[in-house]
Structures are given as C-alpha cells and as structure tokens.
C-alpha cells in the first residue's frame, strides 16, 4: 500500500535549486496547472523527489485564497504522489518539482486531482524517454 503522508523532507526549500529549476529546468503544463522540474545532483533527502508549489499573488489578491489553493494543490500532489515514485524508484538522482497554478480562478479540487494526477503521468512518461 502506498504511503500517503508528505514529510517535511519532501519539500523544496533550497533557494539555490528552486533559482536553478527556473533557470533550466524543464516544463510543461496541463492546466490548471504547470510543472517545472531538474534532476538535482546533491541528494538533500531520501525522497526521489522534492516538491514547491507556487500561486500568483497577482491573480488571487486575498492570502485565505491562496492558501486555499495551496491546500489543495499539497492535496492533490499527496494522494497522487506514489505513481511519481514508482517511475522514479530505480533513479539515484533527486529531482525538484515546482508546481505553478496557472488559471485565473479557483477550481474544484476534483478538477486540479485530475490535472495532478495527469501532470505526474505525463512527467514519468517523459522522463522514461529521456534516459
């Protein structure tokens, strides 16, 4: 059985690696969503991956609608988490992953499960590929 929980050694708070995801990371979208990632040469945990997720303060003015948003984007990425190991299970490296919330208003969680669920897919789809 998967384990659903996300630890704090999950996250990515490394500033010098989220400055290099944009730099030259690799991306995609699947909207609502969008999904920049780079595989990391130091490993900052035991995870396969670590996860950052961003919502424009310019689109959602109110702090409680962003973090709605958060909430459920942390949701989304929790439950769904354990098909992006499963492709990754094999890989020393570490990848970051940086999810941006990309549409101009707040959808159902069942809409951004779906766009979460698709998005991890279509990344181990393509990571496959790459190797």
Same mark, same amino acid.
């Given at each position: 059985?998967?384990?659903?929980?996300?630890?704090?050694?999950? @996250?990515?708070? &490394?500033?010098?690696?989220?400055? *290099? %995801?944009?730099?030259?990371?690799?991306? +995609?979208?699947?909207?609502?969503? #969008?999904?920049?990632?780079?595989?990391?040469?130091? @490993?900052?945990? &035991?995870?396969?991956?670590?996860? *950052? %997720?961003?919502?424009?303060?310019?689109? +959602?003015?109110?702090?409680?609608? #962003?973090?709605?948003?958060?909430?459920?984007?942390?949701?989304?990425?929790?439950?769904?988490?354990?098909?992006?190991?499963?492709?990754?299970?094999?890989?020393?490296?570490?990848?970051?992953?940086?999810?941006?919330?990309?549409?101009?208003?707040?959808?159902?969680?069942?809409?951004?499960?779906?766009?979460?669920?698709?998005?991890?897919?279509?990344?181990?789809?393509?990571?496959?590929?790459?190797?």
């Amino acid at each position: 059985m998967p384990d659903f929980s996300f630890e704090k050694a999950e @996250r990515l708070k &490394s500033r010098k690696i989220i400055q *290099a %995801l944009f730099k030259q990371g690799n991306s +995609f979208a699947q909207y609502p969503l #969008r999904l920049v990632w780079l595989p990391v040469e130091n @490993r900052q945990s &035991s995870y396969p991956s670590q996860f *950052a %997720l961003s919502v424009p303060k310019r689109k +959602f003015k109110r702090a409680v609608d #962003r973090n709605r948003i958060r909430r459920m984007l942390r949701e989304a990425y929790r439950l769904n988490k354990h098909h992006l190991y499963r492709a990754l299970q094999d890989e020393e490296q570490q990848i970051a992953f940086m999810v941006l919330y990309i549409a101009a208003e707040e959808l159902p969680f069942a809409q951004i499960e779906g766009a979460m669920y698709k998005l991890i897919r279509r990344f181990a789809k393509q990571y496959r590929k790459r190797r």
